[in-house]
């Protein structure tokens, strides 16, 4: 199937292309701080883990929400996602390669990456979260890959996939659960010690995920022959909405918390976020434009008009994807660290390498996405024919 | 020769004692090379620091830095020379960020003012070893939460969990900032992994108090065993009142305030 | 037998050949010299017997291990006493002890690395962290 990759129109390959452009620019970004090390970020003794870690996180959940259409379609036999499961767990695939490469280059040490195995520590969440990751793409490689290939050539996939497809869903669960337990297990870093991570984190996956799903959908259906159906959009943004909605809630129930027990410790990192600390505001623009965004996407999805408007609800998911992204993948992680261990406030905000690597780790994950959409919907239009 | 079956449990018994004694043999024998403590080191069942900062204030000199001059000489501590990447194993802070929420905003001057001195309190109930994915931050038996740099990944998770901000990374190449006289008998660190005070395990092992310790003019600090009762930091604890740095997360510093 | 696009082939194979027997022709007949450690230091020169931790074809085939073997020992065990075969006993560290003898790395260590072809000062990457004794040269 895979030579379906290497054939395509102009607009595959400029497309591939461009996002070469910037995955050579992240590498080199990349090659400049293997060689002069962490300082080429805006990272401090202060601020440890910054935007590379956030998209971790933020990615870590788009890669959970597959399980947003694998689950209905084979427990609850929701046949309208049989045509997209193929998208969302090529999706996943994307995403968790994405996450994957995050850590690498996070790392100060990446050559050693491997004592992670070679020393395995089960007191340690990160290697649990290696093994979930890892096991995830797997499952999801050997998943996607089997029923599409079972497609194109007519027959029914193979058995033993069934129990994998069952495994896959705890999994996707578990790999944003783990990821949620790697902050929620730190004593003193108290925007983080919630209960509730683990609900939030799965609850802003599955409505960001999804939001990219459909609008991938979307792509796919104006630039193939391969329409993933209308009634599949539609039940993917009642499940997003939901998610939408119970995320912004999770988001009330910390404040609540925090600012009506009166506990100064409780309150310091959202008041960080989302009123400034000591005169430092760095995050406050960005925390209200995730407030302004998550309203209008709540505002749009509630409104029955805006599902039947093809444009509407794609500005809604943009809202939606980005609005979350503010929240998880700067909010969350950064907010973390302020104020630090012994309440000083010390900011951070990433430099230009440090962007530069994050953008083509994302063109990486774009590529991965792109070339595995191509085989997916190549075999579809061929089954289709 | 005929073997009965007493004669063949008898040889068979003497066998197996032989095969048995080999390892005595060799313990005995000195034709192989061994591994052992050194016999000079001073060890300890937990060891612990008490901070008596009122001896730190008055009888120390004005701004005195001689234990942490000390320190970082003995361990080619870097000086970066940035807030953002600064390295540091001992320092001083002001009451409201080494206790805070403990201030009340009515302290005597010198509490609010003057410097207490902050490092690695060496948590019996440690986070930065219980995240670290490859143990190079590790437990000893004597209480020292250890670093191994030659394991080190950087991944800075227990940066993460300290919460006591004891914990610093190697940004660049350490080498160049190395601005005390370079301890030719202490490595430095490379670029990418995460140091922090080790209570001078190797002075331990050399049978020496930490080097803070014995920097101190005004015998501020006291370092001892806190499982043993007639240590000296057992019995400066045992005659003046003392607090730990955020208790309530259960940690258990070693490292004692007595204010 | 006629082999298709027969002239691409062969030059393919060609260029393949060349390039993957580069490295034997373009340093023919540029034998590097063979590196001689040197043991005349002023620590080793006093020694009534030259005696290392362990016999010398030991220590040339093994010393890579020992060291890595003395720093877990060290590092994660807290052992720090070596006692050789012959009762001698040592500390256990490259720094402080193997350079306290071999005081020459430029003469000793490096001569072996530098013809086995590793990175000066970077592969093995003792030196980065260890700091080697003075030399004068």
């Known amino acids: 199937m895979l030579e379906r990759a290497l054939t395509g129109n102009t607009r595959y390959y400029k497309l591939l292309g461009t996002l070469l452009v910037f995955m050579g620019l992240g590498a080199v970004a990349w090659l400049t701080q293997l060689d002069r090390g962490l300082t080429i970020t805006g990272l401090s003794r202060d601020v440890s883990w910054g935007l590379y870690i956030a998209q971790f996180t933020y990615l870590v959940g788009v890669a959970a929400s597959a399980v947003m259409v694998v689950l209905p379609y084979y427990l609850h036999d929701v046949k309208a996602f049989g045509k997209i499961t193929i998208l969302g767990e090529f999706l996943a695939i994307a995403a968790v390669t994405m996450c994957l490469l995050f850590i690498v280059v996070d790392l100060g040490k990446p050559m050693r990456l491997l004592n992670v195995l070679l020393y395995p520590t089960p007191n340690s969440i990160l290697f649990w979260d290696m093994i979930v990751l890892n096991g995830y793409l797997l499952l999801n490689l050997f998943i996607g890959w089997n029923v599409l290939e079972a497609e194109r050539k007519g027959t029914h996939y193979p058995n033993w996939v069934k129990p994998l497809i069952y495994i896959s869903i705890p999994w996707a669960v578990s790999i944003h659960t783990v990821t949620a337990f790697l902050y929620a297990g730190l004593p003193s870093r108290h925007l983080w010690l919630t209960a509730i991570l683990a609900a939030r984190f799965l609850a802003s996956a599955f409505c960001s995920g999804p939001a990219l799903l459909i609008i991938l959908a979307y792509l796919v259906k104006k630039y193939s022959k391969f329409d993933p159906g209308k009634e599949a959009i539609d039940k993917l943004t009642t499940i997003m909405t939901y998610a939408l909605v119970i995320s912004i809630f999770f988001v009330g129930l910390e404040a609540f918390t925090a600012y009506y027990s009166g506990i100064p410790s409780h309150q310091f990192s959202l008041t960080y976020l989302f009123f400034g600390l000591e005169g430092h505001r760095g995050l406050v623009p960005f925390m209200w434009l995730f407030a302004a965004l998550a309203t209008a996407a709540t505002v749009l999805l509630l409104k029955p008009g805006t599902r039947a408007n093809e444009k509407h609800l794609l500005i809604a998911c943009g809202c939606v994807f980005f609005s979350m992204w503010l929240e998880k993948g700067i909010g969350l992680v950064v907010g973390g660290f302020i104020p630090n261990g012994l309440e000083q406030v010390r900011e951070y905000a990433p430099s230009i390498p440090e962007m530069m690597i994050v953008l083509g780790v994302w063109a990486t994950g774009f590529f991965v996405l792109t070339v595995l959409y191509k085989i997916a919907v190549s075999v579809k239009e061929e089954v289709q024919a | ?259 | 037998m006629k082999i298709y696009d027969g002239k691409y082939i062969l030059i393919g194979l060609l260029v393949f050949v060349g390039v993957i027997t580069f490295p034997i022709w373009f340093n023919l007949g540029k034998a590097a010299p063979p590196p001689e450690p040197k043991l005349d230091t002023p620590v080793i020169m006093q020694m009534a017997q030259k005696q290392c931790v362990l016999p010398r074809e030991e220590m040339r085939t093994g010393h890579m291990q020992i060291l890595n073997d003395w720093r877990t020992q060290v590092v994660r065990n807290g052992k720090r006493m070596y006692v050789a075969a012959d009762g001698k006993t040592y500390e256990m560290s490259l720094q402080n002890e193997c350079m306290r003898c071999h005081s020459n790395k430029t003469q000793f260590c490096d001569q072996c690395h530098t013809y086995a072809g590793l990175k000066l000062d970077s592969t093995p990457y003792c030196w980065t962290c260890h700091v080697p004794p003075k030399e004068t040269k």
């Open chain 2, 1 to 259: 020769m005929e073997t009965n079956r007493r004669d063949f449990l008898k040889i068979g018994g003497v066998c197996a004692l032989g095969l048995g004694s080999l390892p005595v043999l060799n313990a005995v024998a000195q034709n192989v090379p061994k591994i052992m403590d050194n016999p000079q080191a001073l060890t300890a069942k937990r060891w612990a620091m008490a901070i008596d900062v009122k001896k730190c204030w008055e009888k120390g000199k004005p701004g005195c830095k001689d234990c942490i001059l000390a320190c970082h000489t003995t361990h080619n501590v870097p000086d970066i020379g940035t807030l953002k990447e600064e390295i540091k194993w001992i320092w001083t802070e002001k009451y409201e960020n080494v206790f805070p929420g403990f201030e009340s905003g009515n302290e005597p001057h010198d509490i609010r003012e003057k410097p207490f001195l902050v490092l690695c309190n060496h948590c019996a109930n440690a986070p930065c070893t219980r995240v670290c994915p490859t143990k190079a931050t590790f437990k000893r038996a004597d209480g020292i939460t250890m670093m191994d740099f030659h394991r080190c990944i950087g991944c800075r998770y227990c940066m993460a969990g300290c919460p006591y901000g004891a914990r610093s990374f190697n940004f660049r190449d350490p080498r160049n900032y190395i601005k005390t006289e370079l301890n030719p008998t202490f490595p430095t660190r490379e670029r990418g992994v995460v140091e922090k005070c080790n209570f001078c395990e190797e002075r331990l092992a050399a049978g020496k108090i930490p080097a803070c310790v014995e920097a101190c003019a005004a015998k501020a600090l006291t370092f001892g065993d806190l499982e043993d009762p007639s240590s000296e930091v057992r019995k400066a604890l045992g005659a003046q009142y003392s607090i730990r740095r955020k208790p309530e997360l259960g940690t258990l510093p070693g490292v004692y305030y007595i204010i």
